[in-house]
Nanobody, 115 residues
Framework: QVQLAESGGGLVQAGGSLRLSCAAS????????MGWYRQAPEKPRELVET???????DYTDSVKGRFTISRDGAKNTVYLQMNSLKPEDTAAYYC?????????WGQGTQVTVSS
C-alpha cells in the first residue's frame, strides 16, 4: 500500500503562484506513475499533470506552459509548481499514485484563485 500526504494549497490572486507537494510512503518502489488531479464543484475529477517513474510527463492542455510537475526520488515527493494561476484553476487538488493497477489518493488540498 501507499500513503500520500499533500501540502501547499491556499488562496492566491489571479496571476500568482503556488507549489503543491505530495510525499509518498509505504510501497513506494512499485509506484509507476504519480501526479495531480483536480475537482471543481459539480465537475468530474480531471487529470492535471502526471509523471512516470521514468520521467515522462502528461498534462491537460489548460495548464500547458503554466504548471510544472517534478519528482524528487530521494524524498519520495512529487511537486506541482503552478504559475500564472487563473480563477478557473480553483479546485480541490488530489495527489495520485498508481501501484500496478491500483490507484491511491491523497486527502486533497484546496486551491482558490481570486480574480
Amino acid at each position: 500500500q501507499v500513503q500520500l500526504a499533500e501540502s501547499g494549497g491556499g488562496l492566491v490572486q489571479a496571476g500568482g503562484s503556488l507549489r503543491l507537494s505530495c510525499a509518498a510512503s509505504g510501497n513506494i518502489f512499485s509506484i509507476s506513475v504519480m501526479g495531480w488531479y483536480r475537482q471543481a464543484p459539480e465537475k468530474p475529477r480531471e487529470l492535471v499533470e502526471t509523471i512516470t517513474s521514468g520521467g515522462t510527463t502528461d498534462y491537460t492542455d489548460s495548464v500547458k506552459g503554466r504548471f510544472t510537475i517534478s519528482r524528487d526520488g530521494a524524498k519520495n515527493t512529487v511537486y506541482l509548481q503552478m504559475n500564472s494561476l487563473k480563477p478557473e484553476d480553483t479546485a480541490a487538488y488530489y495527489c495520485n499514485a498508481r501501484l500496478f493497477v491500483k490507484d491511491y489518493w491523497g486527502q486533497g488540498t484546496q486551491v482558490t484563485v481570486s480574480s
